[in-house]
T-cell receptor, first 113, second 113 residues
Framework: GAGVSQTPSNKVTEKGKYVELRCDPISGHTALYWYRQSLGQGPEFLIYFQGTGAADDSGLPNDRFFAVRPEGSVSTLKIQRTERGDSAVYLC???????????FGEGSRLTVL | GENVEQHPSTLSVQEGDSAVIKCTYSDSASNYFPWYKQELGKRPQLIIDIRSNVGEKKDQRIAVTLNKTAKHFSLHITETQPEDSAVYFCAASTSGGSYIPTFGRGTSLIVHP
């Protein structure tokens, strides 16, 4: 596709449930980032992939959060035992190797009731 | 880790006026400073960036200045137009393999016609 694609665009779930958010980056972009954006805040870094491996996962808030990118393209962010505080827009971005510009997706809005 | 502070949180101007948004960063190793614009409900998009080897960069009505000694950088928009209304985020990152931007909290710019 022409841009970064994220699905679902909206997800409403109940506290305690498991959620998966998908990101399909721009073809050829080896770097992939997950950020979380709460209302009125800037994007907060979660995890960065270079190829298939998580090069930096220092932003994951706790062990309920996990992300994979098994083939170096599509990535899935997984959240276990969701809490109300997990409600936010989850943004995925990709970039070319060694380039600074991030290309963001439209985001997945997660609401935990 | 890096900490980016951004001011003001809200900026209201009349069409045709100039707007200035200021950011400070903490990590002296940061050397890449992008600015993103996020319209309501849309994805953040890069509008201009600057690297530490230059002090100023201009692109039509927007310019960015960088003071490495003081660890601050600013976005300047001249001749503002209503379509400039959006949230603007500054960010700081370190190049050399990976760029993981740390974002400021954002400035909501409102341009009144």
């Amino acid at each position: 596709g022409a841009g970064v694609s994220q699905t679902p665009s909206n997800k409403v779930t109940e506290k305690g449930k498991y959620v998966e958010l998908r990101c399909d980056p721009i073809s050829g972009h080896t770097a992939l980032y997950w950020y979380r954006q709460s209302l009125g805040q800037g994007p907060e870094f979660l995890i960065y992939f270079q190829g298939t491996g998580a090069a930096d996962d220092s932003g994951l808030p706790n062990d309920r959060f996990f992300a994979v990118r098994p083939e170096g393209s599509v990535s899935t962010l997984k959240i276990q035992r969701t809490e109300r505080g997990d409600s936010a827009v989850y943004l995925c971005a990709s970039s070319r190797p060694g380039a600074g510009e991030l290309f963001f997706g439209e985001g997945s809005r997660l609401t935990v009731l | 880790g890096e900490n980016v502070e951004q001011h003001p949180s809200t900026l209201s101007v009349q069409e045709g006026d100039s707007a200035v948004i200021k950011c400070t960063y903490s990590d002296s190793a940061s050397n890449y400073f992008p600015w993103y614009k996020q319209e309501l409900g849309k994805r953040p998009q890069l509008i201009i960036d600057i690297r530490s080897n230059v002090g100023e960069k201009k692109d039509q009505r927007i310019a960015v200045t960088l003071n490495k000694t003081a660890k601050h950088f600013s976005l300047h928009i001249t001749e503002t137009q209503p379509e400039d209304s959006a949230v603007y985020f500054c960010a700081a990152s370190t190049s050399g393999g990976s760029y993981i931007p740390t974002f400021g909290r954002g400035t909501s710019l409102i341009v009144h016609p």
